[in-house]
């Protein structure tokens, strides 16, 4: 029923479009004719001043919302004819980090993990925390986390969730100087593996194939 | 399939570890249903006709507190927008919270229900009756309160407007729940307004669940 995809089947080429979007906000026009082109392997640093449309753009690309004109596309096809399939390969993180207060970091991960159809034994989601530098916190209630550590648990919620197409907003936010190394050399080995990622961040970062749009 | 037991999994261990929310709507209808008998006094056949209405409208009361903790947390953490985003039919989450309402708030109160109605002086036979209408009536209240609480997602003072968007939608379940424990008690025939809590039930089933997943996608866009 789930298509897991193997390491092998994950060389082939992926391509989100976007063509002639525009989005309306309110009575503003945010942006209009915008065109984009994401191929595996490479990332999009999406850049701006507050308030220009960047998170509209994102949550456009992942299906949130609804574009004014334009379309986006997932392969050949736009990502309104199969939102199911398009949901499970992409993965986007908010600037609301949408864990659960009550909930320990490894229920968060094992409970987002079933919902997202991903085979994630206990073992798998501890080392994942420990790896992100949760160790002897993975049983605290999420509410007992820092705010760079909880960023610490999406970012193994990144590495556990087997998307290739990463939709990240404000990724870099609150995260300490280690931390946002560990998590670009997490955007870089997902690139590696032919994974896209489109970004938003008021902060320099430094990643292979890296295509900025300033809007 | 397994996403609904998710869903249902996750609601009731987020409960569990905040339990005060649940118990209040549980202590709401307790307290109310006490009142009426302490400040009626000792007239048992009094007691004994006004007993349905007041169960069931307490009933519906106290559901309602517990409506807007059905999407408002987590519309507002942004786990909502995760779900909208899981490759998950967004019908089977949303059947699945509104499952996990009723087996906290509409269950319990079944369950409760003949030892307050004890206080009611209600005989057995209709002890039995005010059970099987709220088996069957609780979880269209559920049902009918998600409608209320995906649209009032994101409004303020949206409690007191979900309120008056869903009490006059309870109506029909409240005049045929009470209606047939009255009639048990003056030995009518209740197969009918069993029928019709039923009937109402299956409609309920049938569409309310895209409704609320269709309010809901609304709310999050």
Known sequence: MTDNFSPISSKSELVLQACELSCV?????????????????????VRGENGVGKTS?????????????????????????????YHRELLFLGHRD???????????????????KVPLSTEKALSALWHFGLRGRETLPVNCLS???????????????????????????ALDFNAAHELQNLMIEHLDHGGLIVFTSHQEVKLPNLQVLDL | MSALFTIIHRDLLLVMRR?????TALFFFVVVTSLFPLGIGADAT??????????????????????????????????????????????LL????????????????????????????????????????????????????????????????????MSLLILP?????????????????????????FSLLGALLILALAFIPWVSAAAVKIAIE
């Open chain 1, 147 to 173: 705010a760079g550590q909880k960023r610490r648990v999406l970012m193994a919620r990144m590495s556990t969730r087997q998307a290739r197409l990463w939709i990240l907003d404000e990724p870099l936010n």
């Open chain 2, 94 to 161: 949303v059947t699945g919270k509104i499952i996990a309402h009723w087996l906290v708030c509409g269950l319990p109160l079944v369950l409760l229900a003949p030892l307050i109605g004890i206080q009611f002086d209600l005989d057995a036979n209709s002890l039995y009756v005010l059970m099987l209408t709220l088996l069957l009536g609780t979880p269209v209240l559920s049902l009918l309160g998600s409608i209320g609480a995906a649209l009032t997602l994101g409004v303020r003072g949206g409690s007191v407007l």
């Open chain 1, 25 to 45: 906000r309110g009575e503003r026009q945010l942006f209009s004719n915008l065109n984009l082109r994401v191929v595996s392997g490479s990332c999009l640093h």
């Open chain 1, 57 to 85: 753009l994102l949550r456009l690309l992942t299906g949130l919302s609804k574009p004014e004109a334009g379309q986006v596309l997932w392969g050949q096809q736009s990502i309104t004819i199969d939102p199911l399939s």
């Open chain 2, 169 to 193: 939608l309870y109506i029909p379940v409240l005049i045929f729940g009470a209606g047939a424990v009255y009639a048990n008690s003056v030995g009518l025939d209740i197969s009918g307004h």
């Open chain 2, 19 to 23: 339990k005060s929310e649940v118990l």
């Open chain 2, 46 to 91: 009094l007691l004994r006709k006004i007993a349905p209405g007041v169960l069931w409208v307490a009933a519906l009361l106290s559901t309602l507190l517990g409506l807007h903790r059905m999407f408002a947390a987590d519309y507002q953490d942004g786990a909502l927008e995760q779900l909208a985003l899981a490759p998950q039919s967004m019908v």
């Open chain 1, 98 to 116: 949408a864990l659960k207060e009550d909930l320990t970091a490894l229920e968060n991960l094992l409970m987002y993990a079933a919902l997202d």
